[in-house]
């Protein structure tokens, strides 16, 4: 049997080793050329709560998880219960026979069940049953035809160096041991092929990866955080790779000092960066604050999880689009942008560091869990695209002696001259209060309000520079689509599905969220005879900015989702369609 | 020009009698002795009275948040290690909000000077407790006496790793300016707490109360600031508040273990071209 697009979940308990096997898989499958992107459905917690990775594969471009699953792979039968109801009805289940189960066969369905003593092997053969891990993946590769050389040399890849000779020989004789004993239970007729297609210039990352990487070679050299999920990641890959290129990362106290210390290295002239996520940037918004008044550049990668407060840490949602837009206090410009893919997590926060610089206020990376802690297949990232553009800064020779520099000078875009601090004529003050061009403190009410303009006209100026939406489908459609982050994957798939059904839709994914484009929302609104905002939170946050700011000419209808999944593949499309022939 | 004036700015608003005069004239001496050009100093102020320092003392200034002067400093100071850091808090800045900031700075061990202008009380507010207030003080915020025991910077700054520790007194410029001294040329993280009345909302710790209740560890010459035991035993006699330099230790500063080969980061010529970023990529194919 063939298969073009295919969602293997492994599934078991915290601390199983799931995330290795999974991972494992997704490089497998992007070696032979596939198009991979792994969902992680992960509790908070370290060992005992079940927990689920599922890996999908597909011929063609895919830009999310897929919510039905071909292939459940399960440790223990409480898995296997508890997303038997994900598993396709002709699908199939392999799970531990060392655990007796019974599935009702109403349950069950047509689903293939394989029962393989996987755990046992393991601790028979190493005494060990960690080992399972690699057993499990010697049993798919038998079902999904891999190829033995390619498994062979991406686990040498992964341990050879870090764990030497040996335990590459045991995970290599672990996924013969698997490979043998499903070759017992699982006929040819059951097998999967999966089609092969050349893998050059591809990646397999992750969103937290793809931002750490984009902020290195946007030349982003100190970064300071604080750990929190999902956002941790940027600061631990940071930590393994700045100081080969002269940089530093520092893990803060709180995100209070994070955002204070990446606020005095730029200040200093260094590319600086944080990284957090919901409860970590409610901390922020003073820094956020400070930075806004004294237009100091500060490039934040904000990664949402589940609130509000603690929440679901290791889950995603879009529940905080405005905080990331509204936090902090006072009136001051901020610019807040958002990945539409994994790919694009790279090459905006390679841009972030130029609109931070040029319009030297704090620019925001909004992103979510889903792709902060998921893998995709990308395009090699093409590295010549990334420019720096430090916007204001001006050297000595362009300083006058004897003058005062105005650091905050009025000017018609509303952006000052900056020097980095050490240059003789550049001395200048950067003031909290309220202060004049020079930058030391002026409260008087003509000053407050002209430098309150001069601020907030930044925004203006930004605007265009700012990325544009991703627009897809039919120019002409009458049904239009907006949505931000990680609906992209959702949408994408439900305007493929529509068209299918004859039903012809355009898409408008925003990458800006603030300011916001409000004339290209207008008109795109404005050419649909109904338009759907999609949204992964409860009290519609995009729905209410576009309300209330674009004022369309005709009703906007809001699908949100807040349980904390992705949306499925007919979900969308289901809602949709009822909405149109009510 | 060999005069304090290339330091000066703004004429001081600070009310009369204030210690902040003192420690600013100190600061100014200091710098000149030391031969620090005014571009090459970066002054961090927190909020509070000692926060408006900046408009005093010609010279890069940032005038942040209350309590964060030292997470400010230390992105300056680790952006650009040429740079002469100072960060000036008051005992609310330091002790109250920034209270954790303060801890992690010590043991981090920058090298940055940080005076924190200690008047025991929250001037600026016009008069709150703060967190050096004595038990019993009585203010706006306290007006049956505080309930709570004060800190003492010192003695926390000592226990979390200090390398140096001392104490002024704003009624003492010439002992101030030498402690500021020998704080600028020591490598790491030189603390001073200064006692520093504050005439208008702190009618009890006068310049007088501190005269009597002070004693100068520097006119000792029996005492050694080199030894911690000495030092813990000293600060925990409480018949007089210490001042004078009470702990130094050398070990590397936080710039020594964590900065790269090259010249200062703030400097680096950022151009991709420049860099060899390939192997990057390695781990993603």
Known sequence: MVKKDLSIMISGRAGDGILFTGNLLAKIFKRKGLEVFTFRDFPSNIRGEPTAYTIRA???????????????AAFDCES?????????YNGFVICDSSEQIKIDSTLKKK??????????????????????????????????????????????????????????????????????????????????????KKDKNRLLITGDEAMALGALIAG???????????????????????????????????????????????????RAMTATSGPGFSLMSEGLS?????????????VQRVGPSTGMPTKNEQGDLLQSIFSGHGDFPSIVISPATIEDCFYLTGEAFNFADKFQCPVIILTEQLYGQNYQTVKEFDFTKIKIDRGKLIKSENLIKD?????????????????????????????????????????????KEKMTQKRMKKLE??????????????????????????????????????IEKGLQTQTMHLRTLWPLQIEILKKFINSKKIVFVIEYNFSGQLYFLLRQLVKPSIELKNIRKFNSEPFSKYELVEIIEREINP | MKTINKYKLFEPTWCPGCGNYGILNALMRSALELNLEPHKIVIVSGIGCSGRINNYFKCYGIHGTHGRPLPIASGVKLANPELSVFAVSGDGDAYSIGMSHFLH?????????YLVVNNQVFALTRGQASPTSNLGFISVSTPYGTKEYPIDGIKLALAAGGTFIARGFSGNIPQLVRLIKKAIKHRGFSFIDILSPCRVHNKVQDYNWYRKNIINLDEDPSYDFGNKQKAWERINTFEKIPTGLIYVEEKPCWEDLILGKEKAMSHLDLKPEKYDYNPLLKEFY
Request: aromatic content about 8%; hydrophobic content about 40%.
């Open chain 1, 290 to 302: 400070l930075a806004g008044m004294t237009e100091i550049p500060i490039v934040i990668a904000y």
């Open chain 1, 403 to 447: 003058k005062p520099f105005l650091r905050y000078k009025i000017t018609k875009d509303g952006i000052s001259p900056r020097v980095i601090p050490s240059l003789e004529r550049g001395i200048h003050m950067v003031e909290g209060n309220e202060h004049e061009e020079t930058g030391y403190r002026n409260e008087t009410p003509l000053i």
């Open chain 1, 111 to 196: 689903r293939k069940i394989f029962n393989i003593p996987i755990k046992r092997l393991a601790r028979e053969s190493f005494g060990r049953e960690i080992f399972k891990n690699v057993i499990i993946l010697g049993v798919l590769s038998h079902f999904l035809r891999l190829e033995f050389n390619l498994i062979s040399k991406i686990i040498e890849e992964t341990f050879l160096q870090k764990k030497g000779r040996e335990i590459v020989e045991k995970n290599l004789k672990g996924l013969n041991l698997g490979k043998n004993e499903a070759k017992k239970l699982i006929k040819e007729i059951y097998q999967i092929t999966l089609p092969t």
């Open chain 1, 461 to 498: 100026t930004a605007l265009n520079y700012l990325p544009k939406p991703i627009f897809s489908g039919n120019e002409k459609a009458e049904i239009g689509i907006i949505g931000f982050g990680s609906t992209f994957g959702p949408i994408q798939e439900t305007k493929k599905i529509l």
């Open chain 2, 105 to 113: 700075t010590v043991r981090r061990n920058p090298d940055i000077v």
């Open chain 1, 220 to 270: 982003c050299r100190f970064f300071s955080g604080y750990p929190i999920c999902p956002a941790s990641e940027i600061m631990e890959w940071l930590a393994r790779k700045l100081p080969a290129y002269n940089g530093v990362v520092v893990q803060t106290e709180d995100e209070i000092a994070a955002i204070h210390m990446v606020f005095g290295a730029s200040y200093a002239g260094v």
């Open chain 1, 58 to 72: 597909s011929e063609e471009k895919i830009f999310g998880p897929s919510q039905e699953i071909d292939i459940l």
């Open chain 1, 80 to 88: 296997v219960l508890r997303h038997l109801n994900k598993v396709n």
